[in-house]
């Protein structure tokens, strides 16, 4: 079934034109989720004010022109960001019936431009996987072969818009979180600058790598997202006073003679045929618009994944130390006294994953181990930012593969840690260097499964990324998976 509009352009028309209401188009994207998530499982909960919301923007459209491209415009929001009123569980057992007071910043702006939020998308549980086969809520299933994973820890934010329940929907990215799932369910998926958006109403994972941003079909739909939230809040102390407007000017430049780095570490024996097959033909898309490539190395990004696994785990046991069974969320029933219940209420509460990374962050920040791992993991950290900016001295931005493999059967890398690991070997060194990256879709795979191209740019150069994914979006084209069988997809 075709959405009533395919992208934020098509909306405003149809909307101001009276073709549909704002009601007509929520009743829409809430029936497609009624429908055809049940077999998918993107969403974890949905928004029973969203229709009389609408209603009352029709109501007000009536009298007054929409203020805002997103006024009316249905929107997912992850289930690690505060929605009032909605579960915030992080799909864990450990906040399972929690229900913010306040909205994150980000979904705040949303509101105020008038966007609608469809419901919560399901996620690894604190955001810790690359396959949201650690939800304690239930696996996401990827749309274009439902035996394969959507990717993590977004994965289903990813779904929600790859299968048409939602135009648009935001995630978080701590090391590849939006990026991998995008790549993997043929959608567009940017993070952002560290510093660029607010994260207040973050479910903190690690602090000093969490980032929010969006999900869309369209690089022009993600940028008028990023215009939207983009700028200080005065309660992330982390975010930069930089002109959004720059990103527009970015995004309406021309590629031509733009300097595109391939840096050889990313193209190394562990990548699929498949995948560099449809990335050759990604390049020769952007080399015919006037862009150059040059060969550029990374020589410490091969020790992200190591470095990436000390500093986040470590801030991951930090922020998750909150859940004591005190003061909010699941408390053990088992307690005789407070240690028991700190102690049952962390086993019974936390799902293996998020065991694991609290044992190995707090191992890595242990007497007599800080400076051996954690203090060296940073010291490597920012030799990786040095030879980024050093390859930004020579090129604009740098073209690189999502993930290493299309998406992966489920259970194929469950019961292996290090090989869940290594699927984002090529995203996480975007995040140690707090620099702004994408996955824009690039040509199926013969088998008909997702591809992404990864672009990475200097600091502030969100525009410039997202130039470039729009050119390559004219040429692959929007493709739709067939939903309801094993495998299969459209172009649009």
């Known amino acids: 079934m075709t959405p009533l509009f395919d992208g934020l352009a098509a909306f405003c028309r149809g909307r101001d034109s009276r073709q549909f209401s704002i009601e007509e188009a929520t ?181 000093s790598l969490d980032q929010i941003g969006p999900f869309a079909r369209r690089a022009e739909d993600a940028l008028q997202m990023m215009l939207l939230l983009s700028g200080p809040d005065g309660r992330d102390m982390t975010v930069a006073s930089r002109d959004p407007a720059e990103m527009e000017r970015d995004f309406r430049a021309d590629v031509r003679g733009k300097v595109i780095g391939l840096p050889e570490e990313f193209f190394g024996d562990g990548l699929d045929p498949d995948v560099r097959a449809s990335l050759d033909r990604a390049r020769e898309v952007l080399s015919g618009e006037g862009a150059v490539f040059r060969p550029i190395r990374l020589p410490s990004a091969q020790y992200g994944i190591n470095v990436y696994y000390l500093i986040a785990t470590s801030e991951a046991a930090s922020n998750l130390s909150r859940y004591d069974g005190v003061r909010y969320g699941y408390r053990s029933l088992k307690s005789k006294n407070i240690r028991d219940m700190y102690t049952h209420t962390r086993q019974e509460g936390f799902g293996p994953e998020v065991k694991r990374r609290i044992l190995l962050g707090t191992f890595a920040l242990s007497a007599g181990y800080q400076d051996q791992y954690y203090r060296k993991a940073q010291q490597v950290q920012s030799l990786i930012r040095e030879e980024f900016d050093r390859a930004f001295h020579e090129v604009d931005m740098i073209f690189a593969p999502t993930t290493p493999t299309p998406p992966f059967l489920f259970g194929e890398k469950v019961s292996d840690p290090l090989a869940m690991y290594l699927s984002d070997i090529y995203t996480i060194s975007a995040n140690l260097a707090g620099l702004p990256a994408l996955s824009a879709p690039s040509w199926p795979t013969p088998s008909g499964l997702p591809v992404g191209v990864q672009l990475i740019g200097p600091a502030w150069s969100e525009g410039r990324l997202l130039r470039s994914a729009a050119i390559l979006e004219e040429a692959v084209g929007i493709r739709r998976p067939s939903v309801g069988t094993t495998r299969g997809g459209e172009a649009a």
Not at 86 to 109: D, G, I, K, Q, Y
Not at 131 to 145: H, I
């Open 27 to 207: 009743r829409d994207y809430l029936s497609r989720i009624e429908r055809e998530d049940p077999e998918l499982g993107a969403f974890l909960s949905t928004n029973s004010n969203a229709v009389n919301r609408a209603r009352q923007l029709d109501n007000r459209m009536a009298r007054n022109p929409a203020p805002s491209p997103f006024y009316g415009y249905p929107v997912a929001i992850k289930d690690n960001l505060h929605v009032a009123g909605l579960p915030t569980t992080c799909a864990s057992r450990m906040l399972a019936n929690f229900r913010p007071l306040e909205n994150a910043t980000v979904v705040e702006r949303l509101l105020q431009s008038g966007a609608i939020v469809l419901g919560k998308t399901n996620m690894d549980e604190f955001a810790m996987g690359s396959s949201t086969e650690n939800s304690a809520m239930g696996v996401t299933r990827n749309p274009w072969d439902l035996r394969r994973v959507p990717g993590g820890s977004s994965g289903g934010s990813a779904v929600a818009v790859a299968a048409d329940l939602a135009p648009m929907a935001l995630g978080s990215d701590t090391g590849g979180s939006i990026r991998q799932p995008a790549a993997f369910c043929g959608v567009l998926g940017l993070k952002p600058t560290y510093g660029r958006i607010s994260r207040y109403g973050l479910v903190a994972f690690s602090s």
